[in-house]
């Protein structure tokens, strides 16, 4: 069956980086629309990234844009998500998400703060 097994996330201070992963099983992320959501505290699930198949375009929200990158693996069947430069209000759990048949990873949470 599809899962979604995210990681990566942690406490780390303002301009720091990070890089989530996202481990897919039960099909081929090569074939498929990928998404970064996150969540904070009292606020709406929102898009982050996407990635759609074999990697031809990439989106990001316009908070996100020239400081987080998505990317995939196909030999190793995980998408990730490169955050740089990051923000106190980039805090929030991130999760990935495979469009078709709305599968969603259970999470991983991301802080920062000094």
């Known amino acids: 069956q599809v899962q979604l097994v995210e990681s990566g996330g942690g406490l780390v201070q303002p301009g720091e980086s990070l890089r989530l992963s996202c481990a897919a099983s039960?099909?081929?992320?090569?074939?498929?629309?990928m998404k970064w959501f996150r969540q904070a505290p009292g606020k709406e699930r929102e898009l982050v990234a996407r990635?759609?198949?074999?990697?031809?375009?990439?989106n990001y929200a316009d908070s996100v844009k020239g400081r987080f990158t998505i990317s995939r693996d196909n030999a190793k069947n995980t998408v990730y998500l490169q955050m740089n430069s990051l923000k106190p209000e980039d805090t929030a759990v991130y999760y990935c998400?495979?469009?078709?048949?709305?599968?969603w990873g259970q999470g991983t949470q991301v802080t920062v703060s000094s």
């Open positions: 990635i759609t198949p074999a990697g031809i375009s990439t």
């Open positions: 998400r495979r469009d078709r048949g709305d599968f």
């Open positions: 039960g099909f081929t992320v090569s074939t498929d629309t």
